[in-house]
């Protein structure tokens, strides 16, 4: 686990963290429309399982997988030091790099702001 994850593999990541336990069947059920085939949907979670951020039960003919590595840690490992990196270490920087492309609403930065006064006390 030394890469950050593509679009698609993470992507593929979300739905296995949601449903915990999925056969290759149940994540492109999951996925928009149009959905990948399902062989090609089964060998990125191969490859995932061989990066080390799935594992997987044998069933014979099919494998069910779940996350070898929590959303959380995953976030913590590769997601934060790329914004923080990118924004001056400052969690400000981001929030503000947000808002001024308005891609985070008002109502948004109050939640925010609610969540962190929540988690002070």
Do not use: C
Not at 28 to 45: D, F
Not at 50 to 61: I, V
Not at 66 to 84: E, G, H, R
Not at 94 to 120: D, G
């Amino acid at each position: 686990m030394k890469k950050r994850l593509s679009e698609k593999e993470e992507t593929l990541m979300k739905i296995i963290w949601r449903l915990g336990k999925a056969f290759a069947k149940d994540v492109r059920e999951e996925l928009p429309e149009p959905k990948p085939h399902i062989n090609t949907v089964a060998t990125t979670m191969r490859r995932l399982a061989d990066k080390g951020f799935l594992s997987y039960e044998d069933f014979g003919s099919t494998y069910r997988y779940s996350a070898a590595i929590s959303k959380k840690d995953y976030t913590n490992k590769f997601v934060k030091p790329l914004l923080t990196g990118l924004f001056g270490n400052s969690m400000k920087n981001v929030v503000s790099f947000f808002a001024e492309q308005e891609e985070i609403s008002l109502e948004e930065l109050k939640e925010i702001v609610k969540m962190i006064e929540k988690m002070k006390k």
